[in-house]
């Protein structure tokens, strides 16, 4: 098969795999209200569909990025859009909430092995000089998803029902199939090693323990309970440190965490991801309770965001190119710093100009700092270890926003989100102004080296 023909598929397969996903979490917050009416369940019970996904995913990640290493990430592809496919066809035609959330979970095992391997199988069938184009595009089109996710839900739970959301997505994932199907397979690096089954373990366990804490905190608050499960996160953190110093095939290598690139470029990440939802949290809430908006009204408002998003992710890869990864990430930065302290500046008499302004600005620099990072962290990973690299950008990228609404949630305490939307913008802006300051640490040059293909 012609290159430039494989590398297409790939980049096909790749990007409806990404826009499976992110449909499937903007769609069914539409569809939750309807949801819980139909099936009689209980407000925790709905939660969970959401929480059992969130917790299986970031779970199970970083160990399917290295099963893709071993095994090939077109194998992994497969199988994770193939089990997300028929999960959300179970959903569809579900009895109860308990099968509900029981083929959640499922699905988010799916979506583990399936999001590392979108970017295993970029940087497997591509020269590094075109992995910001490709990796660009791919973000474009989670923004885009992003914003028609909620207008198509909304209009799918009016018309059909909330079961016909589900059925959404079995047709990027029969084209997402049929795209990785034709690309030839690549038979996995000589250098791939053994699975570390206990770090896998442990890692999993931190990241439950992580992820249940900052999902359940927004509505259960600091509780013993809580407490009791961040120190079993920090304790099995520990635990994990010690072990992958120690054993001969680390699940986490020390060469790819203490790379140049890849360590600060997760931390920006982070960061950009949790500003950027930590304000949309009370901003939303402003948009609705304070100003009054009804939701698509509301919806409308915020739509800049994914708009520019959109236009910033293809328009990066070129600054980078012309300008280097650094200041590229700076710039992003200092667009999500801007726009979310004239966030904090809202109040009941603002316009709809200076709304839109908020929002351009938080598309535009997290769009910038999506593409260029993540293109960094996969260029800089050897190919032995691209599945391992995604699978830390991925999982970054799902806790991020759960730290930045239990970041919003603690500042605004007993205050209601939308009159807090001062105090929390400014908690958020510190953190992405801390994101500024990792990127500082970034190579200066306009491509990111990739370490030697060796553990």
Known sequence: MN??????LALAASITGAVLVALDGTVLSVAQPTLQRDLHASVTAVQWTSTGYLVTVAALLVFAGRLGDRYGHRRLFVLGVTGFAASSAGIAVAPGIGWVIALRVTQGVAGALLQPATLGLLRAGRPADRLPGAIAARTAAIGLAAAAGPLVGGALTTHLGWRAVFLLGLLPAAAALLAALAVPATPPARTATGLDLPGAGLLALALVALVHTLVT???????????????VAALAALALARHERRTDHPLLPASLLRSPTVGPALGVLLAASAAVLGVLFPATYFLQDVLGLDPLRSALRAAPLALTMILAAPASAWLAKRHGVRRTVLAGMALITAGILLTARLDPASGDTAIGCCFLLLGCG???????????IVQA????????AGGLQQTVMNIGPA??????????????????????ALATAATA???????????RGRSSRALPDVT
Do not use: E, F, K
């Open 3 to 8: 290159p430039r023909h494989r590398q297409g």
């Open 381 to 388: 990973a050897p190919a032995a270890q691209s599945g391992v």
């Open 433 to 443: 102004a801390a994101g500024g300051l990792l990127a500082l640490r970034l190579p």
């Open 217 to 231: 905190l927004p509505t259960d608050g600091w509780t013993p309970g809580t407490a009791l499960v961040l120190a």
């Open 403 to 424: 730290l930045g609404i239990a970041l919003a949630t603690t500042v605004a305490g007993r205050t209601a989100p939308g009159s807090a939307l001062t105090p929390v």
């Open 366 to 376: 997290l769009g910038a700092v999506m593409a260029t990072a993540t293109s960094a």
